[in-house]
């Protein structure tokens, strides 16, 4: 059995302990958080406390706090036996100022309200000593079925792709969900063409499955979309991924006769 | 029965071709194509012909060639009795030079060798009489359950809409996909991640399911990931869709005490 206290109250803080409280192998023995109104959503179903000299003993506290405040948080645990695992894609081990550290990284998207299927959630994992490393694999295993040991030289390209096909993706779908509101056309009818282009990866590589214009080289199609843009920075979003697209399948188009 | 000969040999052809055939309320009569060797494909299944003279009679010809293409093949379709529909997005209905004029267009992206499910494929109509919208719109019905009729002002950003979130979206995915392989992390560790940016879809709108660096400001996180792109061209991507993330959130940042 692994004890743990989670440290924070967002949204990292709140999917951990939902996928954590149900399991055999794992305790939450607390939550901590600042904020006494914040506490309040996980005071019926486990101890809580907003006073860092309060904290109970556990075998890993997990900082799911945000990037900036690991490092002041960590200063307050330094006296804490147990291992200290922030939850950060980007941030270094070293960020913490703990006696044992540790890095527990859940590489998804947390979204307030929508519960997300943790045992499929790739958990990377890093720390100082074989038997911490242990520890997490133990507690990453116990809620997924992929851990990975991967260092700050891994994780953090990692972080910047899931930034890439998380947080760009979806910012392109709010493009064109802005576009179909001022067309009055409903969004769902993209769903089925963004399924598509998940599926497709599962048998091609992103290069293989690349359609439209721009792998294609179609200025007069490329043109005509950029003037339908009506905000300067989406036309150059379209004209700087278009270039993009176009360089990466230049060779191939030469090869067109 | 609808009578239908498919122009074209590429892969919207083929896949309409593979959609069609098998109906009970469409028989494919016919497949043109200008090169003998892309029509063999075809020839143990269908009736084939390279020669616009001999083109069968059918209720519809399915235009399904290259968009720079639709005005010159069709200039030889004018004495057609048939509805001649062309399978482009972006091109206008008035392309076509044909006695009656039509738009059969598939909100799809397809793949050479992996099978779609027409089912769940919008089928984007428009034609200029009652007779023949009525004409595409059973053709469409016979093949998927979502057939809309569309003109070109709301054919075309829906077109541009399906750049944005197929083609550049797998561009996102490409740029992620060499940065693994570089790194020598599998691509698929990023796959649960996409598929819940995917599924958020179904419970909130792209501008509410956005999280990231990007949205929250995190200046530290944006500098660090800039750093680890080695092209400019990523580097500038990187930085024009942060600015368009934070542009669109920034209100709500503001509001954040």
Do not use: W
């Amino acid at each position: 059995m692994i004890s743990v206290v989670i440290l924070g109250t967002g949204k990292v803080a709140t999917h951990l302990f939902l996928a954590l409280e149900p399991l055999k192998a794992v305790t939450v023995v607390q939550v901590y958080g600042r904020s006494v109104s914040a506490l309040k959503a996980f005071e019926s179903k486990v101890a809580t406390t907003s006073a860092i000299s309060q904290l109970l003993p556990a075998d890993i506290y997990l900082l799911a706090v945000s990037d900036n405040a690991i490092a002041d948080v960590s200063k307050n645990l330094s006296t804490l036996k147990g291992l200290v695992a922030h939850t950060s894609g980007s941030m270094p081990l070293e960020t913490l100022e703990t006696h044992r550290k540790g890095v527990f990284y859940p590489l998804q998207t947390f979204t307030k309200g929508k519960s997300v299927d943790f045992e499929r959630i790739p958990i990377c994992i890093e720390a100082e000593t074989f038997e911490d490393k242990e520890l997490l694999r133990q507690l990453g295993l116990a809620v997924s079925k992929q851990v990975y040991e991967l260092d700050a030289t891994k994780r953090a390209p990692l972080h910047l792709c899931a930034v890439l096909v998380n947080n760009f993706t979806n910012h392109l779908f709010q493009i064109a969900d802005e576009i179909c509101q001022v067309q009055n056309l409903p969004f769902e009818l993209l769903l089925p063409l963004i399924g598509e282009t998940i599926e497709k990866l599962q048998f091609l590589t992103p290069k293989e499955a690349q359609t439209g214009p721009a792998v294609r080289n179609d200025q007069q199609t490329m043109q005509r979309h950029v003037t339908q843009l009506t905000q300067p920075l989406h036309q150059a979003i379209y004209l700087l991924l278009s270039e993009s697209i176009k360089q990466v399948h230049e060779k191939e188009l030469q090869r067109i006769p």
